[in-house]
């Protein structure tokens, strides 16, 4: 069935194969970024099917106008996609807190402005699904990657929590956490590096940096492919909550699971007993 499917960041990226997957398969799409020719532009021109518009996630004006839009042409929107997103690298310390803030400005607020924008047409329509991209590192902390971590950490509390406020209306959500995919995310344009330097940590900032850098190109994850699997979770009925996408997410998921039921076991006779003895006389 013919889906209004919004999508941010379709410039570049998975978001462009999620776009080009969408139209193939005769979805409406809207297809947002920050330069709307640039993503019409790779999109292969303008279409009937496609409405390319201007969105810069960290701008809530954008979002309500491309919201707007979107109502405009397609007069519903069924799906969002949170795609957008950049990486902020680094070891704690050498990330700024001005580095910090923008991190979460793009892949926390940006997202929430979206889908403030569109979820009271969602409500309306008593239809929707939301479906945000994470990573597997907003499960799972890694060295050299506390911003980008936390953001997505956030992000997944945020899905998590919304799923509960919008299934009365009928609204889906899912949460994506991809391993690592062959996109754009390792280039300058899209990973940031940490703007202080601390001579403790530089000669393992130094490697951090050259293994990131020699492994783009390289990811495992084909986002084609990804972007074939988000579009069948688009037209479940019952959309899966969460997607852990690739081998190598699944695998670090897994684990990550075990070592918390394990924690959570460790925990009981310290943890376990806690409360209040409110039947003591
Ligand atoms: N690739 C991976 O291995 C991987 C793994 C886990 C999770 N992810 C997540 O997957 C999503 C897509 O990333 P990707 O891998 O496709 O990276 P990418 O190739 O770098 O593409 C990122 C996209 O986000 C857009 N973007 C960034 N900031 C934006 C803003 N403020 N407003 C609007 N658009 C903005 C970029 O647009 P511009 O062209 O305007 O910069 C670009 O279209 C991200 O959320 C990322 O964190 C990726």
Not at 12 to 23: F, H, K, N, V
């Amino acid at each position: 069935m013919s889906k209004v499917i919004f999508v941010t960041g379709a410039g570049r990226g998975l978001g462009t194969d999620i776009a080009r997957e969408a139209l193939a398969t005769g979805h409406q799409v809207v297809a947002t970024g920050r330069r709307p020719e640039e993503v019409e532009k790779t999109l292969g021109g303008p279409q009937d099917n496609l409405l390319a518009t201007k969105l810069d996630i960290t701008s809530p004006e954008d979002a309500q106008a491309a919201a707007q839009a979107a109502v405009d042409r397609f007069g519903r929107i069924d799906v969002l996609i949170n795609n957008a997103g950049n990486l902020f690298t680094g070891y704690f310390e050498e990330i700024s807190p001005a580095q910090m803030r923008q991190q979460f400005e793009t892949n926390l607020f940006g997202p929430m402005n979206v889908t403030r924008a569109i979820l009271p047409l969602m409500r309306r329509q008593r239809a929707g699904h939301i479906i945000t991209i994470t990573s597997t590192v907003g499960l799972v902390g890694m060295e050299f990657t506390s911003a980008y971590a936390v953001s997505k950490f956030a992000e997944e509390g945020w899905m998590e929590s919304l799923h509960y406020d919008v299934e009365p209306y009928n609204i889906h959500t899912t949460v994506v956490e991809p391993g690592y995919f062959r996109t754009e995310l390792l280039v300058d344009g899209s990973t940031t590096w940490p703007e202080l330097s601390i001579d403790d940590y530089a000669p393992r900032t130094a490697l951090r940096i050259e293994g990131m850098k020699s492994m783009n190109g390289r990811q495992p994850g084909d986002p084609a492919k990804l972007a074939r699997a988000l579009l069948t979770i688009a037209d479940q009925d019952k959309p899966l909550q969460r997607f852990v996408a690739g081998a190598d997410a699944i695998e670090a998921a897994q684990t990550k699971a075990k070592e918390l039921l394990a924690q959570a076991e460790a925990s009981r006779e310290l943890g376990g007993s806690l409360a209040y003895n409110d039947t003591q006389a």
